[in-house]
């Protein structure tokens, strides 16, 4: 693809790295990533991916804008609170970058369109707030073959890692959601606006590294932070055998929308 | 092999680079581009950048114009 004299500027600080340049951002512009939630995580990656040119961005959220989301998703302001949060970030992203193309999906990712809605994404970003979610995006993404970023934050703690096909996945490491209520939600515990920005940057990079091929990706490791103390750690992980979606013997072989947590459900039906 | 020709005179940084590093994805290993470029920043910075990223600056050379260089980089 030709760039335009102002493409060659907007995204003259990729072309002048080494490991991107021209080709990189080519594979950028023709990249396509679908990011779960309009939320703490999807706000910064939806903002870092488009100000990178990603050529196509979907995502998926059932939400809209409440009073309280406005503490950490940056994506949304004061005056969106009401309008569904695919549109508040559509709107966004048009005004920072025509360039991008939005998919806006304005559902919850369930069993029933999980497979449909990832068919024609290069990438998956995991930034919802309930482990239902996140195991379904595991497994819709082990079982399809695409790469995706987890990505979990709670009061001042933050994990992530990369799955890439043949590599660990979340239930490598998680066999299976935890009960209902066992552990609290954000809007329960309450989480720290900034890390929110700390973990998406993170899962915006990898999807951008993704893209580009450029190093290598956070995949059979797990980052972990802490912000109080400001500690970061990275554990190396292994695929099990005994995995129920990836290992010798797989029990996990359709997908499963599990129970949520009441005020998670209870939320849902106040925003929508 | 093939020689090419680009003039950044015009360019500010890091502009001149980007211009410089455009052209080159262009090329096939082995051509050559000759960057005209301007005496200081871009003359400090240009064959320095284009080394770094494993390109080959075979020479460096004031035109027939007085401030103006020819900077040959092989790709």
Do not use: W
């Not at chain 1, 309009?38 to 009073?67: E, N, Q, R």
């Not at chain 1, 990836?246 to 949520?260: A, F, K």
């Amino acid at each position: 693809m030709e760039f335009t004299e102002e493409q060659i500027v907007r995204y003259s600080r990729h072309i002048l790295l080494k490991d991107v340049g021209v080709e990189g951002q080519e594979k950028i512009s023709n990249g396509k990533v679908l990011i779960v939630g309009a939320g703490g995580l999807g706000a910064p990656v939806a903002f870092y991916l488009a100000a990178a040119g990603v050529g196509t961005i979907g995502i998926i959220d059932g939400d809209t804008v409440d009073l309280s989301n406005l503490q950490r998703q940056i994506i949304h302001f004061t005056a969106d609170m009401g309008k569904t949060k695919v549109l508040s970030a559509k709107e966004k992203i048009a005004q920072l970058n025509p360039d991008v193309k939005v998919n806006a999906y304005q559902d919850l990712f369930t069993s029933a369109n999980a497979f449909e809605l990832i068919k024609d994404y290069d990438f998956i970003i995991d930034g919802t707030d309930n482990f239902p979610v996140k195991f379904l995006i595991n497994d819709a993404c082990v079982l399809a073959g695409k790469p995706f970023s987890h990505g979990g934050i709670l009061r001042f703690d933050g994990q992530t890692f990369t799955h890439t096909q043949g590599n660990v996945c979340y239930r490598c490491l998680f066999n299976s959601p935890p009960p209902p209520n066992a552990v609290p939600t954000c809007s329960q515990a309450g989480v720290l606006g900034a890390i929110a920005g700390m973990l998406g940057t993170i899962q915006a990079a990898e999807a951008l590294k993704y893209l580009t091929g450029v190093g290598e990706l956070l995949t059979n490791r797990l980052l972990s932070f802490n912000a109080k103390t400001m500690d970061f750690r990275t554990v190396h992980t292994r695929r099990s055998p005994r995995c129920p979606i990836c290992g010798e013997h797989p029990t996990v072989t359709t997908l499963i929308d599990y129970e949520q947590a009441a005020c998670d459900i209870l939320s849902h039906k106040n925003n929508s | 092999m093939a020689t090419f020709n680009l003039d950044i005179t015009k360019e500010h940084c890091p502009m001149t680079f980007v211009k410089t590093k455009i052209e080159l994805a262009k090329l096939q290993k082995g051509d050559i581009l000759n960057v005209s470029l301007s005496a200081g920043e871009p003359l400090e910075n240009v064959p320095r950048s284009a080394t770094e990223q494993g390109f080959t600056v075979l020479s460096v050379a004031e035109t027939g114009t007085k401030g103006i260089f020819n900077v040959e980089i092989q790709k």
